[in-house]
């Protein structure tokens, strides 16, 4: 004990006498470890962390798929029951719905977040009421028989006043009087992690038509499954592979074609993020491996510097173990303090991230921020960097040739410029510094090459100045006929708003993630079945959205029920259904009633309502195609307002005309339209600013690595370099002979990393869009700048060599 505090002592004086070195290593590994902490803190609670369920592992999400891709398409609620009824390796199964309701208090209306669920929710989740209880199962079994709800604690809280009195009690829902049942307790916000109230899926009435709850071919519903003891993921997929034949061949003309996808809860949760979150965490360490070479190195040139010191310690009777843990214990204080400045850097990181990470690029239960977890794996990272950046140096130290050094000394037992690229320790790390900081910058490379690619691509419609609103209608006041009445008075409202421009009203907007979806066929075509995108909207919608009718007209007051059926397409379709014919006058089948036929009145230009990474021109495309309101109405409402000026619309001018045509209705999502847009690229801006960051001070670490050496070794050879110069030698072939040799280094690092850039960008391929993960082009520009950085580096150092006076130079020696 006595030793190890003398040892500690004697660090701290011995790196309080280098202040230079002692700032450099800090900092380098503040970096390192800062970084390491603050991303291990977001990757902890996004893939390591159990998720807030009971046995939260044995949690499986079901999709319903299609076509040979098995796209997502959901489930109807024929099909959840019988996957439910005839798989053989779930214990539990539960439709699940998120979607919103409207509550009305005597404050107002306001829109709540929901789910609808079966009875078997809250005990697949392992959830208890903590007032009353959860769904009973007759309560899901009659449609519309029993008007019940369970609200979330806080719900119950800030609208219900937190009445311990509320089970038993009635709350207006879409203009619905239900039964409170029960109470959740305060840290259970349901599969969502945002949800106030739930209501069973037997009074899927309250969002949805009655009829979907036995229309086999009305599917948007995820279904929750608990698998049983000893069941893995393979089996259950297996099993519902099996249910799923059974229902094609029970119902082919709906499920033909149709599977199931199992998958995980976290799964379902982060889906391509997840490959991101696991490809930034081994970025962070590709960077903090890149700190470790920097110190490494750093250190090494200090023991270099120190041979003579260590060799008369050891010529005085210093034992060489004591001399290595010696070393060890200064590897260790320095990255003690390294640590603690790197867990300060990373509470202040993540909190700067908090503010710039993109909107729901991670699920609700991803909490950001730095806790004990986090600190923990900082403080062991710490220990075992001091330890692994402080071992090669001491054990180098320990070895020296002690009669040897003391008659040389350390200057004249190193010189020699051919050094620089010679095989060594500080050789070797500044090699794969340079080597692990191209893996990071082709990383970068790629993503900001695939954002450039995804912000070139033309959304097809003017985001820019609009304001986008939810209403919801219910269904109690509203049939068809009074829909549309409605949407007519509430456009005449909107527009009447001073600061807006133009105004309308529509089933679903761009990138709002309100899709519906259905089946077409065109009279007269090779093509049946096609799967298309429905939006319903008035007259001014594509002049509102800024999208052009480039053939035939748009829509007007006079295609309203009771007037021919009509259409507009996109020009996506048109060219793809109709490519050497006109598509105006042509008819589309869209049921199977004799009715249920519209003819295209006009074409728009192409808008990309769903992804930008969608070929809508691709044979298998699912098009668009647009409705007038007056002939076919929706309850669920997309509100555009576009600006006359540069600011957007007033909410408060948006929820005031709602109001006045009815005060019951809440306003809700209201946000700008062109932040649907910009989520589209969240990904790939997220990966490529913490990619960049990280290349860019890899990069310089490397620089620094390349700089430290070469300018160690110059340090040492100022007798060469003289003697050089004395028998002839210009001052640039000198320059020259420094900066060839700290290239040589360079290069041996840039084969190296392009060979592990090939095979690591792979883990990248996924996040990629128009750019390919081995991109010809990136590769050279990242080669091209290690090229540039290697050769400054290298001048430096070179440039003041060249400046050695030979006659001062031989008299020093």
């Known amino acids: ?259 199931v996808r199992v998958m995980s809860l976290r799964e379902n949760y982060l889906g391509s993020t997840e490959a991101l979150l696991r490809t930034l965490f081994g970025a962070v360490l590709v960077f903090l491996l890149i700190t470790c070479a920097n110190v490494t190195s750093l250190q090494l040139v200090r023991a270099a510097s120190r041979q003579r010191e260590l060799a008369v310690r050891l010529a005085l009777g210093a034992d060489r173990g004591r001399l290595v843990r010696q070393l060890l214990v200064e590897g260790v204080v320095l990255a003690a303090a390294g640590g603690v400045a790197g867990a300060l850097l990373a509470v202040w990181g ?69 050094r620089i690229r010679r095989p060594g320790p500080q050789q070797l790390l500044v090699v794969a510094e340079v080597a692990l900081a191209i893996v990071l910058l082709a990383g970068a490379g790629l993503m900001m090459r695939s954002l450039e690619r995804q912000l070139a691509v033309a959304p097809g419609f003017r985001p820019d100045g609009v304001l986008a609103a939810r209403v919801s209608l219910p269904a109690q006041r509203y049939a068809p006929e009074q829909r549309a009445a409605f949407v007519e008075q509430l456009a005449e409202r909107l527009a009447g708003i001073p600061s807006v421009a133009r105004a309308t009203v529509g089933s679903d907007l761009p990138f709002s993630g309100n899709n519906n979806a259905a089946m077409l066929r065109v009279e007269g075509g090779d093509e049946e079945g096609m799967r298309y995108y429905r939006h319903i909207v008035t007259p001014s919608f594509f002049e509102t959205l800024g999208i052009p009718i480039v053939r035939g007209r748009g829509f007007t007051a006079a295609d309203r029920r009771g007037a021919p059926a009509v259409v507009i397409v996109s020009e996506a379709m048109a060219k793809r259904v109709w490519p050497s014919r006109d598509p105006i006058g042509q008819r589309v089948r869209l049921g199977p009633s004799a009715d249920a036929v519209a003819a295209v009145v006009g074409v728009a230009a192409s808008a990309r309502f769903r992804s930008l990474a969608t070929n809508l021109s691709a044979p298998g495309s699912e098009p668009d195609v647009y409705f007038p309101f007056g002939q076919r109405t929706d309850r669920d409402l997309e509100i555009a307002l576009r600006s006359r000026g540069d600011a957007l619309p007033s909410a408060a001018d948006l929820r005031a005309a709602v109001a006045a045509v009815d005060p019951l209705l809440a306003v809700y999502a209201v946000r700008p339209l062109a932040d649907g847009l910009r989520q589209q690229s969240a990904t790939a801006r997220f990966g490529s600013l913490v990619l960049g960051a990280f290349s860019a001070v890899a990069v310089l670490l490397a620089a620094v690595g390349v700089y430290g050496v070469i300018a160690f070794v110059v340090s040492l050879s100022r007798r060469e370099i003289a003697i050089r110069m004395a028998l002839g030698a210009t001052r640039g072939r000198v320059a020259t002979l420094i900066v060839r040799n700290g290239l040589t280094l360079a290069a041996a690092g840039l084969a190296l990393g392009l060979l592990a850039s090939s095979f690591a960008t792979q883990a990248l391929a996924s996040q990629l869009f128009g750019v390919r993960a081995t991109d010809p082009l990136t590769f050279s520009l990242v080669a091209g700048v290690v090229v540039l950085v290697a050769a400054l580096a290298s001048y430096l150092p070179a440039h003041r060599a060249a400046k050695v006076d030979p006659q001062l130079a031989l008299k020093a020696e």
Request: charge should be neutral; include cysteine.
């Open 1 to 259: 004990m006595r030793l190890a505090t003398q040892d500690f002592r004697y660090a701290v004086r011995v790196l309080r006498a280098r202040p230079a070195f002692t700032a450099a290593v800090v900092a380098t590994l503040a970096l390192g470890i800062g970084a390491s902490t603050a991303m291990f803190s977001v990757v902890d609670t996004a893939l390591l962390r159990g998720l807030p369920f009971a046995d939260p592992d044995r949690l499986v999400v079901l999709w319903g798929v299609a076509g040979p891709e098995r796209d997502i398409r959901g489930a109807s609620l024929p099909e959840a029951r019988d996957w439910g009824a005839l798989n053989r390796t779930l214990e539990r199964v539960s439709v699940y719905d998120e979607t919103s309701l409207t509550l009305r208090t005597g404050d107002g209306a306001e829109r709540v977040e929901a789910e609808m669920v079966s009875a078997a929710y809250f005990p697949l989740l392992g959830a208890r009421a903590a007032l009353g209880r959860t769904f009973r199962p007759e309560e899901d079994a009659a449609p519309d028989a029993h008007p019940v709800v369970v609200v979330g604690h806080a719900l119950w809280t800030r609208r219900l006043g937190g009445d311990a009195g509320i089970v038993g009690r009635s709350i207006v829902l879409n203009d619905r009087p239900f039964t409170v049942v029960g109470v959740m307790p305060e840290r259970f916000r349901g599969v969502s992690f945002d949800t106030e109230v739930w209501f069973p899926s037997a009074m899927v009435s309250a969002t949805n038509s009655p009829t979907v709850r036995d229309d086999r071919g009305s599917r948007w519903l995820m279904v929750v499954g608990r698998l049983k003891p000893g069941v893995a993921m393979a089996d259950a997929q297996r099993d519902l592979d099996g249910v799923a034949a059974r229902l094609a061949a029970d119902y082919p003309d709906n499920n033909t074609g149709r599977g």
């Open 350 to 418: 993540v909190a700067a991230a908090r503010r710039w990470l993109p909107d729901g690029l991670l699920p609700p239960y991803v909490g950001i921020g730095v806790d004990g977890r986090a600190l923990a794996f900082g403080l062991g990272l710490a220990v075992g960097v001091g330890v692994l950046c402080a071992l090669v140096p001491a054990i180098m130290s320990s070895r020296q040739d002690l009669a040897e050094t003391l008659k040389e000394g350390a200057r004249s037992a190193a010189s020699s410029l051919g």
